[in-house]
């Protein structure tokens, strides 16, 4: 079957880093996703990684290790409004534009 | 402004009585989605599409149906909905799809309560 964990809670200090992990089983790779989801609204995209290593976009950085089934989503200098739901996503590679989603991380920063 | 806007935002229905929630885009897309999301699964695909006229199902798609009959619409119905269908629902458009960054964007969810 087609499985992606991520935890289902993290906590998190003001101005610390946080890293969010993502493992994934599915029937080929096309792509892993992030995308952050704050309360009662859309989901928005954070980060793309297809081939393996870091991607780094301001305080957002992504890691993907296709061999391990296994991502990372690091976030540095931590501000309240990073209090969000982040969504681990993959592309598998079956054809079409199937998409599947691990439940998703929820991330409270304290002050 | 680019974006997805979905109809209506929320809905409480009664088992049985048909239902269509819409959803349009103004990017001029060509792949189109409907996810459904419950607490603790995440977002589950119900159906895509690659392209005017072709859909194809998504990992749920038991008691729903989609048609493509214009590139920017890509309406949701249900027929017979059942309270196992209340949830959130998104729709999401890609400009394309595995040739690189192909981010979703998604329209604002649709709350839907069978009773």
């Known amino acids: 079957g087609q499985n992606i964990d991520q935890p289902t809670e993290m906590t998190a200090t003001e101005g610390a880093i946080v890293q969010i992990n993502c493992t994934y089983q599915?029937?080929?790779?096309?792509?892993l996703f992030w995308y952050q989801q704050h309360a009662g609204e859309a989901p928005t995209f954070l980060s793309y990684?297809?081939?393996?290593g870091l991607e780094e976009k301001g305080r957002f950085s992504s890691f993907l290790s296709r061999s391990k089934g296994y991502s990372y989503l690091l976030l540095k200098e931590l501000q309240m409004k990073d209090s969000a739901s982040y969504l681990c996503?993959?592309?598998?590679?079956?054809?079409?534009?199937?998409?599947?989603f691990g439940a998703g991380t929820r991330l409270f920063v304290k002050a | 402004e680019a974006q997805v806007t979905q109809n209506p935002r929320y809905l409480i229905t009664v088992t049985g009585k048909k239902l269509t929630v819409t959803c349009s885009q103004n990017?001029?897309?060509?792949?189109m989605s409907w996810y459904r999301q419950d607490p603790g699964l995440g977002l589950r695909q119900i159906y895509y599409?690659?392209?005017?006229?072709v859909t194809d199902k998504g990992d749920v798609p038991e008691g729903y149906k989609v048609s493509r009959k214009e590139k920017r619409n890509f309406p949701l119905i249900l027929e017979s909905p059942s309270p196992n269908q209340t949830s959130l629902y998104f729709c999401?458009?890609?400009?394309?799809w595995g040739a690189g960054e192909d981010e979703q964007y998604f329209g604002p969810g649709t709350r839907l309560t069978v009773t």
């Open positions: 999401a458009s890609s400009s394309h």
């Open positions: 599915t029937s080929g790779f096309n792509g």
């Open positions: 990684n297809v081939l393996d």
């Open positions: 996503a993959v592309s598998p590679n079956t054809g079409g534009f199937k998409t599947i």
């Open positions: 990017m001029n897309h060509e792949y």
């Open positions: 599409s690659m392209n005017v006229e």
